[in-house]
């Protein structure tokens, strides 16, 4: 659903949201770290790097073919399909985790043999270190953990380096980003230097210096981007993920040795993997295919049946992994907004899948009854205020309907004064229109063709002008009270943007979205 058709106008500022829903977050990661990976032999090539090019690029092709290699052969021994593009990021981290082996008269096979074994265990830690097909830890920090127990190799994480910052901060910046993590990374980052700055003045170090080595020359920045905030890996709820980015960060930067073992970023990241485990939905959850229906000329919803109860709050999503032939950029794991009550049977999503659909999609449409699939991941902070029942306003904008279902469906809209705000191209594409009638909220929708809705919504169209923009003023007329209800804001990332400056102009304190980025 795009602004123009809502009545809104696009804004310069949403071009980066728009720009990076091309990609999955997967496909943005490695690209990032294939970018980084290329600079790095740059510089080496340029003198500011001393491993050599030579063995920078036998020790990267070691690294990305081992761990596509084992995986895909893990992948057969335990009958799933690899996920190739996971694999390779593995590789990838795993080059910047280790001092790439010396060649020639220096080389040391102990030290490759290490890198090789980091690269195996890595692949390995995804099978045999899951629970219910969901591996529990970072697999490249797993790799190189365990392999720092056996003496071969011990990861050095040379890419937090002054050298790489450049290219370093402006990539981290764009995955997290694009995975909405800023303010996670920014408690751990502050947490972890600020404990290291401490050291450092108390060692003579003056404030500068205190502050500017733990970014320049620690895996600080390259920790947070690529490792902490791994989707897989990290507990449902935001508050949930400032807690363990703060006890990670004070576990990377405290220094300890128990003999055996001493504090490591590897081995803090692991057990910040380990308490994100504990507070998830443990394991993934194998769903069977029940049935879809066409909700509009290019919505369509998707029931399943899951084979053990799917935890989750109204509002969250569940990636979805849909394996399949010839996979374009927009990858095999999918994220999508429950639509089903939490104590519903089944589990329901709403898809658009107006053309061009895309290969994932395609799959989706494909489906047979009996046919399975696998959610790996339930998450989301998409949901309602614990103890508060105050007038909320809903904003959905097309597709953006459907995480609203879920707390339609709770009973929410009898609990409290609800109003959902519905925009879409006419009258046609309002999907679920039977469950938001029998939903108790009162519903607006605004039609970008100027038709009317069914009865039982309000035209919104008819309290503004012919053509009227939806800003600030036009949507304090829609809902008059909108500055004593907490707003939410569903859509695709150009109509969200616009929408919260419109409800932030029409005085609106409390906003919430939910951007469907890459959808």
């Known amino acids: ?138 697999p490249a920090a797993a790799g190189a953990f365990i392999t720092g127990l056996t003496g071969l190799n011990i990861a050095t994480w040379w890419a937090g380096t002054p050298a790489m910052l450049w290219l ?93 073992v001493a504090n490591s970023p590897e081995l803090a990241l692991l057990a910040g993997n380990l308490l994100a485990f504990l507070a998830g939905q443990r394991g993934s959850v194998r769903l069977l295919f029940s049935h879809s229906r066409r909700l509009t000329p290019t919505t369509t919803e998707f029931v399943f049946r899951p084979r053990r109860p799917v935890r989750h709050e109204p509002g969250q999503y569940v990636e979805l992994d849909l394996p399949h032939e010839k996979p374009d950029g927009k990858g095999r794991r999918r994220v999508f907004s429950l639509t089903n009550s939490p104590d519903a049977t089944h589990v329901k999503i709403g898809v658009g899948t107006a053309d061009p659909v895309s290969a994932a999609k395609r799959r989706l449409l494909a489906l047979k009854p009996g046919e399975e699939l696998t959610a790996t991941t339930v998450a989301g902070d998409f949901v309602l205020p614990k103890g508060s029942n105050g007038p909320v306003l809903l904003i959905a904008a097309g597709i953006g309907i459907t995480p609203y279902l879920a707390h339609l469906s709770s009973g929410v809209a009898r609990q409290r004064d609800t109003v959902l705000l519905y925009l879409a191209r006419n009258a046609s594409e309002l999907a679920y229109a039977a469950e938001l009638k029998e939903s108790g909220a009162s519903i607006l929708a605004r039609l970008a063709d100027g038709s009317a809705p069914p009865d039982f919504i309000e035209d919104a169209g008819a309290r503004l002008d012919p053509g009227t923009r939806l800003d600030g003023a036009s949507l304090k007329l829609l809902v008059p009270d909108i500055a004593q209800r907490r707003v939410f804001i569903s859509g695709s990332p150009g109509s969200v943007g616009s929408l919260r400056r419109a409800a932030r102009q029409a005085g609106a304190r409390r906003i919430h979205v939910d951007s469907f980025a890459g959808y």
């Open 1 to 138: 659903m795009s602004s123009t058709t809502t009545g809104l106008r696009a804004s310069p500022a949403t071009a980066l949201d728009a720009f990076l829903g091309r990609f999955t977050m997967y496909r943005l990661v490695s690209l990032v770290l294939a970018a980084l990976a290329a600079y790095s032999l740059l510089l080496d090539g340029l003198g500011w790097l001393t491993f050599g090019v030579a063995n920078m690029l036998a020790h990267l092709a070691l690294c990305l073919g081992l761990t596509y290699a084992s995986n895909r052969a893990l992948a057969a021994v335990f009958r799933v399909r690899p996920h190739s593009e996971s694999s390779l990021i593995t590789g990838l981290l795993l080059y910047f985790l280790f001092w790439p082996t010396q060649l020639g008269p220096a080389f040391a096979p102990i030290d490759l043999a290490g890198v090789a074994l980091a690269c195996i265990l890595a692949s390995a830690s995804k099978y045999a270190l899951a629970w219910r097909g969901r591996h529990v830890f970072n």
């Open 168 to 260: 370093l901060v402006p990539g981290v910046l764009l995955v997290l980003y694009r995975t909405r993590k800023m303010l996670m990374a920014a408690v751990f980052v502050v947490v972890a230097t600020s404990i290291a700055a401490s050291d450092l003045l108390q060692s003579g170090v003056d404030a500068g210096g205190a502050v500017w080595q733990p970014l320049a020359q620690s895996p600080v920045l390259f920790f947070v981007g690529f490792m902490l905030t791994e989707p897989l890996t990290l507990p449902p709820r935001r508050w949930q993920q400032l807690v363990l980015a703060a006890v990670v960060g004070v576990l990377f930067a405290m220094p300890f040795n128990f003999g055996f």
